[in-house]
């Protein structure tokens, strides 16, 4: 039985942070979950409709950037523990608009810390800042190799170098002022809720409505996919039983050059929308490549296997396959976050609608 905890969940709205706060509140019931979230383009309420009316699930409509909201929380709730994954997250959006990453990615981050600082001064016993980063703080890999917990940073996008930053603060934050802290960094997470403007989601909208599939550059850029309740699960482990000072690697050992990620997805698309294959494969449009494009990202997940027992629980083809059937059954959520913002933002990164 686990006693009882308060525990802030940013970003609760979004994508990872929708699967970590179900998780959260179904998994321990003794836990008040507070999901703060801004509710920006990538938050969306529909993603938690099935746990909302629960008792220990509260909504907080929030912006991190506003340090003295972020302070007044902090006393509304004498938190336990944060969980800080409230970000913008997207890297083509970071290269339209680097400030608006800083903002809250580096000095929403800095609100927190020093909220839970405060909060915490008299006594840190029981208390956890976990901040959620990624992969792309370390840079860009060559053909072999991969990101372990010491490799030195080098992130190369405004995005990961906004997360970069972040991640520097919350450690300063413990050497400095004791704060406790844990960090874990995830490669590229896939399946359910996820905003349509990134790789996996928006591909499959795209078969489904006939539309192009911009592939950026030759498509020969290599990612590491980990299924987004994998991820979920990680952080479940890293809160309750990683070593405070931490960073943690999360990762699936699973990587795919985008063409071949692309071509497999196509002929998934095929035989549950009864098209002959090859057919949504045609759609395919070579487009020009995001600038500083990253070529490649693997993440070494040993140290989170090893010392804390986590693994990914499912394989990639039976991974893609469930998030294809989400997407297809969850017709009306993809047309609500397709509406609107998104159609100006399609226009300006592809040129098209
Ligand atoms: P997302 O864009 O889907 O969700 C981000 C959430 O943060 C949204 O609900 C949004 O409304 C909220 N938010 C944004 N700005 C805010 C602000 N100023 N104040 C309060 N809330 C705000 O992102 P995601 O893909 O779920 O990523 C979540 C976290 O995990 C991020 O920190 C990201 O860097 C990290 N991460 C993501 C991946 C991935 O593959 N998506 C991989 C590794 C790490
Ligand atoms: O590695 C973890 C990171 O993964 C997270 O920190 C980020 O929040 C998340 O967005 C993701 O970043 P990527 O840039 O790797 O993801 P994205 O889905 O945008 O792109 C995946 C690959 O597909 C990348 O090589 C770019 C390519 N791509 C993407 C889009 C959107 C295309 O070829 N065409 C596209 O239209």
């Avoid at 890297?91 to 981050?109: C, K």
């Avoid at 498509?219 to 405070?244: C, N, P, Q, S």
Wanted: net charge negative; hydrophobic share 35%; charged share 25%.
């Amino acid at each position: 039985m686990h006693s009882m905890k308060t525990i802030l969940i940013t970003g609760g709205a979004g994508f990872i942070g929708s699967h970590v706060v179900r998780l959260f509140v179904n998994k321990y019931p003794a836990y008040t979950i507070v999901n703060l979230d801004k509710l920006t383009y990538a938050g969306n309420l529909e993603n938690l409709k099935d746990i909302e009316q629960l008792p220990n699930y509260i909504f907080e409509k929030a912006d991190i950037v506003d340090a003295e909201a972020m302070r007044e929380l902090f006393k509304k709730y004498h938190f336990d523990g944060v969980i800080h994954l409230a970000a913008e997250s997207h890297v083509d959006r970071s290269i339209l608009n680097p400030l608006e990453f800083i903002m809250t990615n580096v000095v929403g981050t800095v609100n927190l810390l020093n909220a839970a600082k405060e909060a915490w001064a008299e006594n840190t016993d029981g208390k956890l800042f976990y901040h959620v980063s990624t992969d792309e703080v370390y840079g860009s890999l060559g053909e072999t190799g991969f990101f372990t917990e010491t490799t030195a940073y080098d992130p190369r996008s405004p995005y990961s170098a906004s997360k970069a930053s972040s991640d520097h603060f919350v450690r300063a934050y413990e050497n400095t002022y004791g704060l406790p802290v844990v960090i874990s960094n995830c490669s590229n997470n896939y399946g359910s809720y996820q905003f349509p403007e990134k790789l996996i989601p928006l591909f499959i909208n795209n078969i489904k409505n006939n539309k192009p599939l911009p592939v950026y550059g030759k498509g020969d850029y290599t990612r590491d996919w980990l299924f987004v309740e994998d991820h979920a699960a990680a952080i479940d482990v890293i809160y309750h039983e990683g070593k405070h000072g931490e960073t943690y690697n999360i990762g699936g050992f699973n990587e795919w050059q985008n063409i071949d990620l692309i071509h497999l997805l196509c002929k998934i698309m095929d035989r549950k929308l009864s098209r002959v294959e090859g057919t949504s494969a045609q759609l395919i449009t070579y487009v020009k490549d995001r600038p500083g494009h990253d070529k490649r990202y693997a993440i070494d997940a040993t140290k989170l296997n090893t010392e804390l027992g986590w693994k990914p629980s499912l394989q990639f083809e039976e991974g893609l396959e469930k998030t294809v059937d989400w997407y297809l059954e969850n017709e009306e959520w993809l047309q609500h976050v397709t509406s609107g913002e998104y159609l100006n933002y399609y226009k300006k990164q592809y040129d098209t609608v």
